[in-house]
Antibody
Framework: EVQLQESGPGLVKPSQSLSLTCSVT????????WGWIRKFPGNKMEWMGY???????SYNPSLKSRISITRDTSKNQFFLQLNSVTTEDTATYYC??????WGQGVMVTVSS | DVVLTQTPPTLSATIGQSVSISCRSS???????????LHWLLQRPGQSPQLLIY???RLESGVPNRFSGSGSGTDFTLKISGVEAEDLGVYYC??????????FGGGTKLELK
């Protein structure tokens, strides 16, 4: 069974970088697409980007200057880095084998 | 970006009632390759989103067949034929025909009446 688990700090200061890890079991990240999605307070969902089976990436243009998605195939993990965060980046962050398997999500608050 | 407008934003239903959710796109979602990349997700309270329907009308494995999807072009519908208690939560449509970015509808919250 495919399982994904996000990990990372729950609190980040404004202007710093947000870094999250998604650990995948039951399936190799060298197949399919592996993405990051966030849900803001309320119901709004935003697709942030994904990394493909080959390692190529696609990002939401609204984040393109701040986002990086990378991977470590030896550990079957992929990563999100979002730079220069503001309070508007406060959200629950999900990793997913896009779009059919999702992690449980991690809440990240940006606050000083 | 493609804008997906979901209606209604909130839906109250009784157990056993059939309901429909609309998702309207600002552009046709028919891709040049012939596919329509419009999916439906459900997020139950306290859980992560779950894929219900992909490519407009294809039922994801393990999803009950009381869920069905239809539509084409810019207008799409998710129907639940006989709501059950486990169906409560927020439903989202999401498109990838014009990705990046993939874009989500605003969500429809299904509640018990």
């Amino acid at each position: 069974e495919v399982q994904l688990q996000e990990s990372g700090p729950g609190l980040v200061k404004p202007s710093q970088s947000l870094s999250l890890t998604c650990s995948v079991t039951g399936y190799s990240i060298t197949s399919n697409y592996w993405g990051w999605i966030r849900k803001f307070p309320g119901n709004k969902m935003e697709w942030m980007g994904y990394i493909s089976y080959s390692g190529s990436t696609s990002y939401n243009p609204s984040l393109k200057s701040r986002i990086s998605i990378t991977r470590d195939t030896s550990k079957n993990q992929f990563f999100l880095q979002l730079n220069s965060v503001t309070t508007e980046d406060t959200a629950t962050y999900y990793c997913a084998r896009w779009p059919d398997y999702w992690g449980q999500g991690v809440m990240v608050t940006v606050s000083s | 970006d493609v804008v997906l407008t979901q209606t209604p934003p909130t839906l109250s239903a009784t157990i056993g009632q059939s309901v429909s959710i609309s998702c309207r796109s600002s552009q046709s979602l028919l891709h040049s390759n012939g596919n329509t990349y419009l999916h439906w997700l459900l997020q139950r309270p306290g859980q992560s989103p779950q894929l219900l329907i992909y490519l407009v009308s294809r039922l994801e494995s393990g999803v009950p067949n009381r869920f069905s999807g239809s539509g084409s072009g810019t207008d799409f519908t998710l129907k639940i034929s006989g709501v059950e208690a486990e169906d409560l939560g927020v439903y989202y449509c999401v498109q990838g025909t014009h990705a990046p970015p993939w874009t989500f509808g605003g969500g429809t919250k299904l509640e018990l009446k």
